[in-house]
């Protein structure tokens, strides 16, 4: 069975988007819980990806039973729907297919002030900071309101309950996204903030959620707001 190598499911916001694909549409995979340490060299981390032997340092990674690994989320995206065509990974129909990667490819690449300024910290809650950044940061409310836009557009386009209709990997390249907007309450639309609860109370969502709680690893890294407890 293929294994999925994540790190902390508190911080690794790169980790819960395969992650979410494969438990979401229901395809097996072995977890592989590579958690965060110092990164440094010698670190456990590092060794424990280094031992896959593909050259990367960082999750996700997706490695099959011969040992075939295949990194970068959109990669692994692809990779999902190519080795399950009868799930539908992507949307059926080509021009919502293109329309999702867009979507996806447009959130890998930018959104830097929202990445940068709100970090996936499943555990805690910031809606003092996240009220002060929508009103000192230009950028994270340029990055809100294309959120918005991209949610409202698509769901209006499908008529949801998902961005595509049923759920599907797009959902889950957001669902970070998600966490970001609901811990730091990041003001979203009705329509914007519905599809957001509707991704937070997805079965697969609530277990990803209830196992980050039971961490309680503090990563200084991903910890600008929180001292060391
Ligand atoms: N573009 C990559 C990003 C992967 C990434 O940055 N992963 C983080 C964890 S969320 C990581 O492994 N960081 C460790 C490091 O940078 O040393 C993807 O799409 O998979």
Known sequence: MMKLYIANKNYSSWSLRPWLTLKGLGIPFEEVMVRFDDFGPGSRFHAALDAIGA???KVPILVEDDGF???????IAEYIADRHPEIAVWPRDPQARARARSYCAEM???FGSLRNLCPMNIEAYFPE?????MESEAGLRKDIA???QIWSEALAASGGPFLFGEFGAVDAYFAPVVMRATRFALPLS???AAYAKRIE?????????AAALLEQTYVAEDEPYRGHR
């Open 129 to 133: 900071i996240g009220t002060r950044l």
């Open 69 to 75: 690994a295949v990194w970068e989320t959109l990669a």
């Open 108 to 110: 890998h690449a930018g």
């Open 146 to 148: 294309r959120i918005d």
């Open 190 to 192: 009705p329509a914007a």
């Open 55 to 57: 050259g990367v340092r």
């Open 201 to 209: 109370q997805l079965p697969a969502m609530a277990e990803w959620i």
